[in-house]
């Protein structure tokens, strides 16, 4: 195909540059402990620091993939799927939702919430970051709050965000990875003392999964 047809497509959200595509247990999160398919779909201009997957930024290093190859991969391993990046709302996610929902799987996004959210989910998971921050409502669409603690002022950054979620929404803290023995303990106490928040690990690095 053409460059110029593909870009096309990859602007429609019909082709999308995928990263990577893992089948292992959703090791975050509300939804920790459960298998599901992951896609990984390259692209993000956030910049955190710390971030775990630097190698997403770049789109163009991310073959573009048409959605319909994606999710018939997909849906051969998990009935839930968890969309993530890269940030994921970097491209429009309605045609790879719309398809992921023709074969009736459950729909979940990892997102930063940094651009407008397109793509209808049954969970989504907001994750804010200082840099960027999320746009539109879509703190009242978060079924999941989860605020990554790299210092003492994320926890104050983590009120910020719980004040606009709606009431329903599962509020945790995630201590960031390389900090961790040094953050923990901060979240730990934090918790006991407002006890509206839980806490989050990547349980997957702790199992050595991906
Ligand atoms: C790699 S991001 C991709 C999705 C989206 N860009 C986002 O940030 O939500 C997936 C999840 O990993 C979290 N994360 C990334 N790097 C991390 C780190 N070093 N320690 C803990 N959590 C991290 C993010 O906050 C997000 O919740
Ligand atoms: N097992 C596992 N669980 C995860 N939950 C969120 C992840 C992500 O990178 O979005 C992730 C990941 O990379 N692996
Ligand atoms: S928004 Fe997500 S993918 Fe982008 S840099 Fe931050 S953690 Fe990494
Ligand atoms: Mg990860």
């Known amino acids: 195909m053409e460059a110029k047809a593909v870009m096309?497509?990859?602007?429609?959200?019909?082709?999308?540059?995928?990263?990577?595509?893992?089948?292992?247990?959703?090791?975050?999160?509300?939804?920790?402990?459960?298998?599901a398919y992951f896609i990984r779909i390259g692209g993000c201009d956030v910049g955190c620091h710390w971030c775990d997957v630097k190698e997403s930024w770049n789109a163009e290093i991310h073959p573009p993939s048409a959605v319909e190859t994606i999710v018939e991969n997909a849906a051969k391993y998990s009935d839930t799927i968890v969309v993530t990046g890269g940030e994921p709302l970097t491209w429009d996610m309605n045609p790879l939702t719309t398809l992921l929902r023709e074969k009736q799987l459950k729909i979940h996004i990892e997102t930063s919430g940094a651009y407008p959210l397109s793509g209808t989910w049954d969970w989504i998971c907001l994750s804010p970051k200082k840099n960027k921050a999320p746009?539109?409502?879509?703190?009242?669409?978060?079924?999941e709050l989860k605020v990554i603690v790299y210092n003492r002022d994320d926890?104050?950054?983590?009120?910020?965000?719980?004040?606009?979620?709606?009431?329903?929404?599962?509020?945790?803290?995630?201590?960031?990875?390389?900090?961790?023995?040094?953050?923990?303990?901060?979240?730990?106490?934090?918790?006991?003392?407002?006890?509206?928040?839980?806490?989050?690990?990547?349980?997957?690095?702790?199992?050595n999964i991906p």
């Not at 746009?135 to 079924?143: E, M, P, W, Y």
């Not at 104050?156 to 719980?162: K, V």
Request: with cysteine; hydrophobic share 40%; charged share 25%.
């Open 155 to 207: 926890l104050r950054f983590a009120e910020e965000h719980a004040a606009k979620v709606s009431e329903n929404c599962v509020l945790y803290l995630q201590p960031e990875w390389s900090v961790r023995e040094k953050v923990t303990p901060l979240i730990v106490d934090y918790v006991m003392a407002h006890p509206k928040w839980k806490v989050s690990l990547q349980t997957h690095k702790y199992l």
């Open 8 to 35: 096309e497509l990859v602007n429609e959200g019909k082709m999308l540059p995928l990263m990577e595509e893992f089948y292992t247990i959703q090791g975050e999160g509300y939804h920790k402990g459960t298998a």
């Open 135 to 143: 746009v539109g409502d879509i703190h009242l669409r978060a079924d």
